[in-house]
């Protein structure tokens, strides 16, 4: 059983478009995270969600907009695409938002702006 | 600015030998330190953490040394194997902060 999953596993879209990524954990964890990869592998958090609240923005573009309609679920939809959006995208879970030892990362979702 | 700054980018070992990857942070807030590990195509894992009251922490091979006076903790891969070739990142964080503050990653190549 996949504990965090992410649909698509990759992703390869014109620049202008909309696309949207979706995720889900199992874990029953309260708090879901946004991460993004860029191409020299940094790893920087995008958003967080403590219970369906969101409770990190940082500093995102507005064409990034997450929507959790449960603590399950944590989809990010992106508008207009540029190409500097290309990069992977970490979605992942914790217990509590004051408990980062259970944090578990989904596989990743690679969008490609061409 | 990057608050986790992470040490060599790359490495190559042979089999059998230690793998150390260093750690170095700024803010003194910080009060978990994890370590996670990064194959191709899939997410980071949970590789071993710590936290600043210990000095040490071992896990099968795998040991962090943490040294709170120069904010400096390192990663220490005992008899590597092929196996773990991948890229380990450091990161940190304060609990009440709900995020992870990542270093750029090391990619570690063990070689037979």
């Known amino acids: 059983d996949t504990a965090v999953s992410q649909t698509p596993k990759y992703l390869v879209t014109q620049m202008g478009n909309d696309k949207s990524i979706k995720c889900e954990q199992n874990?029953?964890?309260?708090?879901m995270y946004w991460y993004k990869q860029d191409s020299k592998k940094f790893l920087k958090i995008m958003f967080s969600y403590n219970n369906k609240e969101l409770i990190i923005n940082e500093t995102v573009p507005n064409r990034f907009s997450p929507k959790s309609p449960d603590k399950a679920h944590l989809n990010l939809h992106i508008n207009s695409l540029e190409l500097g959006d290309s990069a992977v995208y970490f979605c992942a879970s914790s217990p509590l938002l004051t408990d980062n030892y259970g944090y578990t990362f989904g596989s990743g979702t690679r969008l490609t702006v061409v | 600015q990057q608050q986790v700054k992470q040490s060599p980018q790359s490495l190559i070992v042979q089999k059998g030998g230690i793998s150390i990857i260093n750690c170095a942070y700024e803010?003194?807030?910080?009060?978990?330190f994890p370590w996670y590990q990064q194959f191709p195509g899939k997410g980071p894992a949970l590789l071993i953490a710590i936290r600043p009251d210990v000095s040490e922490k071992k896990e099968g091979r795998f040991t962090i040394s943490f040294n709170k006076s120069a904010k400096q903790f390192s990663l220490h891969i005992m008899d590597s194997q092929p196996g773990d070739s991948a890229t380990y990142f450091c990161?940190?964080?304060?609990?009440?902060?709900?995020?992870?503050?990542f270093g750029a990653g090391t990619q570690v190549v063990v070689t037979p």
């Open positions: 803010n003194t807030a910080f009060d978990y």
């Open positions: 874990l029953g964890h309260d708090t």
């Open positions: 990161a940190a964080s304060r609990a009440s902060w709900g995020k992870l503050q």
